[in-house]
């Protein structure tokens, strides 16, 4: 039986932190991928994409890959504890339990990443160490079974890294080629770094009030 | 009102096609995007992801922009009149017809490419001539109101080339910077050119089917 891959699909997810790394792993020989959730009933993204899970934590199978993504909806599961007890649960056994942006925060919150080195979106990585992570400026990490990627378009570069340690190096290569991943960005704005003050401060503005909430809500658990 | 942007949502489409440039164009201010098919059921991408278009072919607005993803199931658009037949009537209203990935050989049936300049997948690159379109290689590629990408990845530089191109490069870079797109493939394999000559057999092996079907079918019409 080939790989099976877990990505939960939760209300309010960053849809292309969870539809990146899928489409690279269903790319993948013999691969399966299914969205779990708490049920079937179908979610909205944070940009109101609809989709339909595939399955319920309840009748989820031991996945080898479990990856949680990121987004507004994460601030909800940072309290959830069915959630949280689910991820607990597939880390016991899967191969590797990994996050796209700030789904390494539920991560955290489940208790995966003490002493772990770990990154998440840059507007989160601050919050990293609050659950004991360490944390690292790069847009894939990975330590022991647990690999995290930076904020949402690095779920490209996460999914193609986690194909070549499963099924190696060619099999990651053919995915990229079918999926013509030879980037060319029309501007040099993807990290604060390289962003104009300007366009880092509209970018902040714009995520205040969810990065606000999440401070709240790590403040009082962590 | 803000931009209203279309995203032809169809069965068998390649999801991150369509995904990819969701996420950029629903982030622009004041944008909406909406999923568009003949009715509102869920449809099921290539690789299984189930969606759920927002709207039908009968009650879709004008859009300002109209986006054709490709993927596997274009091959049954190239003779569905009642699809081709909208994607002509929303060419006539909106300020950009677009497409990324084998979306163009859509455009292209519809008539929408002859003489123009046009790019879609590396696979199906030579197949463009077919419709009269003059062939580019590059990742995004503009011609009047119409814009191009190559492969499904190129879906987010084509996403950010019509955002700066409609709202302003500062909203592109905003866009940029939230998604963290600095991409760093893990790999140097995403063009034939740079990928192994094994990589590309095993690429082409992987989608020959589909390829061989579309040349019947272009064969046939053109």
């Known amino acids: 039986m080939g790989l099976q891959f877990g990505i939960l699909c939760f209300p309010d997810v960053q849809q292309l932190d969870m539809t990146a790394p899928y489409e690279v792993f ?3 020989r013999g691969a399966t991928v299914q969205l779990v959730w708490k049920n079937r009933g179908p979610v909205r993204s944070s940009t109101s994409l609809g989709m339909t ?4 934590f309840a009748d ?6 479990l990856c949680v993504p990121g987004g507004g909806g994460v601030n909800a599961l940072l309290r959830d504890e ?13 191969r590797f339990v990994t996050s796209v942006c700030t789904g390494s925060l539920v991560l955290g919150q489940a208790g995966l990443l003490s002493g772990r080195r770990a990154t998440t979106h840059w ?5 990293l160490s609050a659950f004991g992570a360490i944390p690292v400026k790069e847009r894939v990490v990975r330590d022991g079974p647990i690999i995290t990627a930076g904020g949402v ?12 340690e499963l099924l190696g190096r060619e099999e990651a290569e053919i995915i990229q080629l079918t999926l013509e991943y030879a980037p060319a960005p029309p501007f040099d704005a993807g990290t604060p ?25 790590i403040g009082i658990t962590s």
Not at 82 to 94: C, G, H, K, P, Y
Not at 153 to 164: E, K, R
Not at 193 to 217: G, N
């Open 53 to 56: 899970p595939d399955v319920s």
């Open 193 to 217: 770094e390289t962003a104009s003050p300007a366009v880092v401060a509209a970018a902040k503005a714009r995520i205040a009030r969810s990065r606000a909430e999440r401070e709240a809500l």
């Open 153 to 164: 378009t690095s779920g490209i570069d996460f999914g193609l890294a986690v194909v070549a």
């Open 60 to 65: 989820a199978p031991a996945f080898d890959v």
């Open 82 to 94: 069915e959630t949280l007890d689910f991820v607990r649960r597939q880390a016991q056994m899967a």
């Open 123 to 127: 507007n989160a990585h601050d919050l």
């Open 26 to 28: 269903a790319s993948a």
